[in-house]
């Protein structure tokens, strides 16, 4: 069942029970809760490894809700329309934000995707947060729209970042929009956000820490690296979960406190730089990185390649493996070997993929992400 129709209908089957016991005048009852309890357990999105249970407890929660909706400047009179599943931590925190500030949030069904935007433009959609997925569809149901476009005024984007021509066409169709790029992991909720229209100076860049939190880029004795120089993101402050459900051995590697302070440190995994201004610039997760020909090099520096090549509408590479040389697989019309020669003028040659498919759609997690494990499994058979 799509878990708006499913909140829907609990709320409908429940509200009568509640109303009447309002009416009787009955006192709720507390129950004492302290900021250290877990609110709650959400899963990773598992779109490159096995989810993970991730402990949130109250207090993390509390300072990432209120710091987003400082950051990101949501309003009383905000509707934000959320195609989203609560299990996911981008759908949970939208409503979570949105009762911090008191605007209307509308949980919408996968099976309204065909009527997107009029759906949209029926509720007043101010803020819309997307995936690059959800950002595609929105930007080619608007292109032949006849009706006026939704008041949105803000998109958000994480999960994967959205393709430059996809934020200028968003830009295009929603006038004076701002497109919000963000980054972060389930175990911090987020830990960058862009500024108003900063993008448009530094287009590579994914934000600035939260307020009330840091991020460092050590190398691989845990040491800070200076200005530009590559390393692995490390993210401090209030918002830094205390581990994963079940697994001791993977928390004490990934969350660890700082050797000077004890404050909480979460270790990404991921890698990237920081500018003179504080900007985190992402360069690739773990997994994206590997070695080919004694090279190496990241799945997101080949699929870039192929998003400039026109009419490659999406990306995913994937990394060698026991069965299987790097691959890509593109949503385009264009024969694998023209994106291919298109690639060798764009990358050296040892980042050429030796196999290129073309689909009609990629596989997505339930978050709207590349599925790259069952993409793999496609190479190697495995999924037959």
């Not at 995936?131 to 949105?152: D, E, F, N, W």
């Not at 200028?168 to 830990?191: C, D, M, N, S």
């Not at 699929?303 to 697989?329: C, Q, Y």
């Not at 040659?349 to 599925?371: I, M, Q, S």
Request: proline share 9%; aromatic share 6%.
């Amino acid at each position: 069942v799509p878990a708006a129709r499913l909140a829907r209908t609990l709320f409908e089957e429940t509200w009568p029970d509640v109303a009447a016991l309002c009416a009787t005048g009955a006192r709720a009852t507390t129950v004492a809760r302290r900021p250290e309890d877990p609110a709650a357990l959400v899963y990773t999105s598992g779109s490159t490894a096995d989810p993970k249970a991730v402990i949130c407890p109250h207090a993390q929660v509390t300072f990432a809700t209120r710091a987003l909706v400082h950051a990101l400047g949501y309003r009383p009179d905000d509707v934000v329309f959320c195609r989203f599943s609560m299990s996911w931590d981008y759908g949970l925190y939208k409503v979570l934000m949105s009762c911090a500030v008191g605007c209307e949030i509308v949980l919408a069904d996968r099976g309204e995707d065909l009527l997107l935007l009029r759906r949209m433009s029926e509720v007043g959609a101010t803020v819309v947060p997307t995936v690059p997925s959800l950002a595609s569809m929105i930007t080619k149901l608007g292109a032949r729209a006849g009706a006026p476009l939704p008041p949105v005024r803000m998109f958000t984007n994480t999960g994967a970042a959205l393709p430059a021509p996809t934020i200028a066409e968003l830009r295009e169709l929603f006038p004076g929009v701002r497109v919000v790029r963000q980054y972060g992991q389930t175990e911090a909720k987020r830990i960058t956000v862009m500024p108003p229209d900063e993008d448009r100076e530094r287009p590579d860049a994914v934000g600035l820490p939260l307020p009330g939190t840091r991020v460092l880029i050590l190398d691989e004795e845990g040491r800070p690296l200076p200005t530009g120089q590559t390393g692995e993101i490390v993210a401090e402050g209030p918002h830094v979960m205390p581990g994963y459900w079940g697994a001791p051995e993977l928390s004490a590697r990934t969350f660890r406190p700082d050797p000077e302070t004890g404050r909480p440190r979460l270790h990404t995994g991921d890698y990237g730089s920081l500018d003179a201004d504080g900007y985190l610039y992402f360069h690739g997760r773990h997994d994206d990185m590997f070695k080919r020909k004694g090279f190496r090099m990241s799945t997101l520096e080949i699929e870039a390649a192929a998003m400039d090549i026109p009419g490659v509408r999406a990306a995913a590479a994937v990394p060698p493996g026991d069965r299987h040389d790097l691959a890509l697989f593109v949503e385009s019309e264009l024969d694998p070997q023209v994106v291919v020669k298109e690639l060798a003028v764009r990358l050296e040659p040892a980042k050429v993929p030796a196999v290129c498919r073309t689909l009609r759609e990629f596989p997505l997690t339930l978050h709207g992400k590349n599925a790259r494990q069952e993409l793999a499994r496609m190479l190697d058979g495995s999924n037959k």
